[in-house]
C-alpha cells in the first residue's frame, strides 16, 4: 500500500492564481481530511468528508473548496490565492469503526507571493 | 467548540532523563485523546492514544495518562534520546464521526 499520497510537493503561485492539491488513498479509507500546518501552530481543519459525495466545513475552510467523488481521491482546491493561503498542507484519511488514528500524506508545502 | 492548549511550547531533556508534556481541553465531552509525533519537514505520526474510559496507557518507552476532572492529559517519555527529538501535538475529540482538534505543539529537544 502506498497510503496516503500528496501532489504536488511543492509549489509558488503568484497571488490570484487558482491551483488544485491532489490527494489520493489506497487503504478504502470512507473518512478524508485537509489540514493546513502554519509555522509554529498545529493543524488546522480546512474540510472533511465522511464518504464519497459529502463533504463538510472544517475550522478555516474560507478560500478553499473541496469535492468528492470517489472512496480515494479528495483534492482541495484553491480559487484565488492568497499571501495568507501560504502553508504546508496535509491530507488525513481514516476507516471506519472504533479504530480513530489519522493516517497523514507527505504534505504540500504552498507559497503564494 | 473544543479548545487545546499545550503548555510549554519548548521543552529540552538531557538523554537519558525523562519528558513530561501536558494538555489540557475546554470541552468535558471530549473522550478521544491522541498524541501525534512530527519530525522535521515530516508527516504527523499517531504515537499512543488514549479514551476517556481509561486513566493509563502504556506502550514501551511512552505512557499517556488522562485526567478527565481536571480536563488535562499527559505523555510521558522515559529514557529519551535524541531520536525523540520533534514536535509532540496533542488533540482531541469527541469520537467516532467527530474532528480532532489539535493542540499548536511542543518541540521536544533530547540533548546527547
Known amino acids: 500500500n502506498a497510503g496516503v499520497t500528496q501532489t504536488p510537493k511543492f509549489r509558488i503561485l503568484k497571488i490570484g492564481q487558482s491551483m488544485t492539491l491532489q490527494c489520493t488513498q489506497d487503504m478504502n479509507h470512507n473518512y478524508m481530511y485537509w489540514y493546513r500546518q502554519d509555522p509554529g501552530m498545529g493543524l488546522k481543519l480546512i474540510y472533511y468528508s465522511v464518504g464519497a459525495g459529502i463533504t463538510d466545513k472544517g475550522e478555516v475552510p474560507n478560500g478553499y473548496n473541496v469535492s468528492r467523488s470517489t472512496t480515494e481521491d479528495f483534492p482541495l482546491r484553491l480559487e484565488l490565492a492568497a499571501p495568507s493561503q501560504t502553508s504546508v498542507y496535509f491530507c488525513?484519511?481514516?476507516?471506519?469503526?472504533?479504530?480513530?488514528?489519522?493516517?497523514f500524506g507527505p504534505g504540500t508545502r504552498l507559497t503564494v507571493t | 467548540g473544543e479548545n487545546v492548549e499545550q503548555h510549554p511550547s519548548t521543552l529540552s531533556v538531557q538523554e537519558g532523563d525523562s519528558a513530561v508534556i501536558k494538555c489540557t481541553y475546554s470541552d468535558s465531552a471530549s473522550n478521544y485523546f491522541p498524541w501525534y509525533k512530527q519530525e522535521l519537514g515530516k508527516r504527523p505520526q499517531l504515537i499512543i492514544d488514549?479514551?476517556?474510559?481509561?486513566g493509563e496507557k502504556k506502550d514501551q518507552r511512552i505512557a499517556v495518562t488522562l485526567n478527565k476532572t481536571a480536563k488535562h492529559f499527559s505523555l510521558h517519555i522515559t529514557e529519551t534520546q535524541p531520536e525523540d527529538s520533534a514536535v509532540y501535538f496533542c488533540?482531541?475529540?469527541?469520537?467516532?464521526?467527530?474532528?480532532?482538534?489539535f493542540g499548536k505543539g511542543i518541540t521536544l529537544s533530547v540533548r546527547p
Open positions: 488533540a482531541a475529540s469527541l469520537g467516532a464521526n467527530s474532528k480532532l482538534t
Open positions: 488525513a484519511s481514516r476507516m471506519d469503526g472504533t479504530t480513530y488514528e489519522q493516517y
Open positions: 488514549i479514551r476517556s474510559n481509561v
